[in-house]
């Protein structure tokens, strides 16, 4: 008798640990959120968002970045012997699983909760999942209570949380604005990331980008032929289109500017245009450039998974890059967190920037490069050229909370706004309570950006429209700005979704591009 309880407990483990890895069956498309231009604190719905996870990473994309292939037989030990290592490599995440008083004053800051209306999607209600095991296997009151110090064995239906609430988590930070203990959720997202994979149980999405990035160099997974070919066709759009050659150089020596870019950029639209805007840049200021095949992407997924060997692994491309190539300055291109990681880590990760021309000692963001430009004179401008648009402005999350640009504090709002009014004559801000370091996410970064989660993303990114629902009809706006490629590729996603057409959505180097008057000088 007592064997067949254990081969049916066995029986019963095994399915659990199946329809786990398994990956999400498909579902009918949900009701887009409607725009009414109010975001309003929702009635809790428990479990609303449980079914959402997105695929589970296959063996051989686990295998290729170093983690387990499947779920590791001893995985609640492994889990938390790897627990126990970030809490001793990381200071702020032992604090934060100890200072959480639970206020409530992250509660409606999450564009997730506030859509899904899943309290597990509440900051603090994802982060209790982590505290949960947490306080069981690491605090004297865990063990000795259990429950009642809200203490929780690590077992497979908590796993299973898991895997779909860290996953609804885009890790842009807005509800660390608002805690007044300054908890850094999205670090706690990463080390449950980390966790699950160092156990078997990574993303799909992610780990198979990553994995590209380490063998093509791109997160797209471009070989240097279809790299090279992207490029010629973009310099022949813009001869066709202006009449004069304007070149994208690759693997230059000596030049004055190396150019760490999205491999979006190369790829797709409106990613595209930007790259047009940055080539006409660097041709009219007559300034020497140069794109790399060794870094073509400036992308750096290894920080949505928390792990730092990845960040550093991707990261060593731009080091390897600027050994091979000597230029003497590094810009970057259009992207929301690949500016984090390279205003936040590089200098970390591959640093110091000691063989740059230390007049520039830091990568400077192609913005701030831009505008110094424009201000200077080495541009002429034609602000005529975008009339068509009401422009606003998306703060993108990585850019708003987790860096600065310029020399002044602020610099990451100022500058965008700053260039989109020197290259148009008509620009509308947001509601105030929803830009600069309030600004929402778009709902689709930190490793959400797949189709599997395209529910997740529509209602994540309803915050967001509903602000910019408001300004279209107060104000006519018909164009908003970004300098991220994950805000790019989502926006462009989801909007039709909620009746606003794709085109609405584009780069600041897309309006650059449109009012750069070639072949004249100031």
């Known amino acids: 008798m007592a064997e067949e309880i254990t081969t049916t407990e066995e029986k019963t483990v095994d399915k659990d640990i199946a329809a786990l890895l398994t990956s999400p069956p498909k579902r009918a498309p949900e009701p ?17 968002a449980a079914h959402y996870k997105p695929h589970v990473a296959k063996p051989e994309i686990q295998e290729k970045l170093g983690f387990p292939g499947t779920l590791v037989e001893n995985w609640q030990e492994a889990a938390v012997a790897k627990m126990r290592e970030l809490l001793g490599k990381y200071k702020s995440l032992q604090v934060y699983m100890d200072i959480c008083v639970r206020c409530g004053s992250c509660t409606d800051k999450c564009h997730y909760f506030l859509s899904t209306r899943d309290p597990k999607n509440m900051p603090a209600g994802r982060a209790e999942l982590f505290r949960q095991v947490y306080r069981k296997y690491f605090t004297t009151e865990g063990k000795i209570f259990g429950k009642l110090a809200g203490a929780v064995g690590f077992d497979l239906s ?12 885009s890790q842009c ?14 670090e706690i997202s990463m080390a449950a990331r980390e966790i699950m994979d ?34 010629e066709f973009v310099e022949e759009e813009i001869e066709e289109d202006t009449g004069i050659p304007v070149k994208l150089p690759i693997n230059e020596e000596d030049a004055e500017v190396l150019l760490v870019t999205p491999s979006a950029d190369f790829f797709a639209t409106p990613h595209l245009e930007s790259l047009v805007g940055y080539a006409k840049v660097f041709h009219q200021a007559g300034i020497n450039w140069t794109l790399s095949t060794t870094a073509a992407e400036a992308g750096n997924f290894g920080m949505f998974i928390g792990s730092y060997y990845h960040m550093q ?10 050994e091979e190539l000597r230029p003497k300055r590094l810009v970057v291109g259009e992207c929301g967190h690949a500016w984090r990681i390279a205003y936040a880590f590089w200098n970390t990760l591959i640093g110091p920037f000691d063989m740059l021309n230390q007049k520039y000692p830091r990568p400077q963001h192609i913005c701030e490069f831009t505008l110094d ?16 648009f009401v422009v606003t402005f998306h703060d993108s999350c990585n850019v708003a909370r987790a860096t600065r640009m310029g020399d002044k504090p602020g610099g990451q ?10 290259v148009t004559n008509k620009y509308v801000d947001m509601e ?50 970004l300098i991220c490629a994950i805000c790019k590729a989502q926006f462009t996603k989801i909007m039709p979704k909620y009746g606003i057409p794709m085109e609405v959505a584009g780069g600041i180097h897309q309006l650059v591009g449109r009012a750069i008057v070639l072949g004249a000088k100031e």
């Not at 430009?373 to 068509?388: P, Q, V």
């Not at 309030?438 to 997740?456: A, K, M, N, S």
């Open 32 to 48: 887009t959120p409607e725009l009414t231009g109010k975001i309003v604190k929702p009635k809790i719905v428990q479990g609303a």
């Open 158 to 169: 908590l796993l299973a949380e898991w895997y779909s609430y860290f996953h609804q988590c």
């Open 173 to 186: 930070r807005r509800c660390s604005l608002y805690c007044p203990y300054g908890i850094d959720t999205a």
């Open 198 to 231: 160092s156990i078997g149980l990574g993303q799909k999405y992610t780990n198979e980008i990553i994995g590209k990035v380490h063998e093509l160099g791109n997160n797209l997974g471009m070989n240097e032929a279809a790299l090279r070919n992207a490029i």
């Open 313 to 322: 692994k991707v990261a060593s491309r731009i080091k390897q890059a600027i």
């Open 373 to 388: 430009l424009i201000n200077r004179g080495a541009l002429k401008i034609d602000k005529s050229a975008n009339d068509e």
């Open 413 to 422: 709002f100022d500058i965008p706004r700053e260039l989109i009014k020197a």
């Open 432 to 481: 105030y309570d929803t830009i600069r370091e309030r600004t929402f996410c778009c709902g689709g970064g930190g490793g959400l950006l797949t189709d599997e989660l395209i529910d997740v993303r529509v209602k994540g990114a309803m915050p967001r429209m509903q602000a910019l629902h408001n300004v279209m009809e107060t104000h006519g706006v018909n164009f908003m700005a």
